[in-house]
């Protein structure tokens, strides 16, 4: 049988790599770049455990079981959208108006 690589030794790799050739094309410090690219695949990763939980998902598909961080994060996001629009709206206004 042949031998593979353990999954977590594959994606940091992965994850060195893109940083190192991002530091390197957008001539940024390889830590800072380490930092952003390692924080993006850990929140895409809760991102897509939590489309999996919500109603409708993966793990929920007939939305009787959804978990209570789904429920929690499906709120916050959608404040932070209200405010976001809200936000739009006063820029616009001040733009058009200004």
Do not use: H
């Amino acid at each position: 049988m042949k031998k593979k690589l353990p999954i977590p030794i594959i994606v940091w790799s992965v994850v060195i790599a893109v940083a190192f050739g991002l530091s390197r094309w957008a001539s940024l410090n390889f830590w800072v770049m380490l930092a952003v690219v390692a924080s993006v695949v850990l929140i895409n990763g809760f991102v897509a455990t939590l489309e999996d939980d919500l109603p409708g998902g993966f793990n929920n598909p007939d939305g009787r079981q959804t978990l209570g961080y789904a429920r929690i994060t499906a709120k916050i996001v959608r404040g932070l959208f209200v405010v976001f629009v809200l936000l739009c709206i006063v820029a616009l206004g001040l733009w058009a108006w200004g």
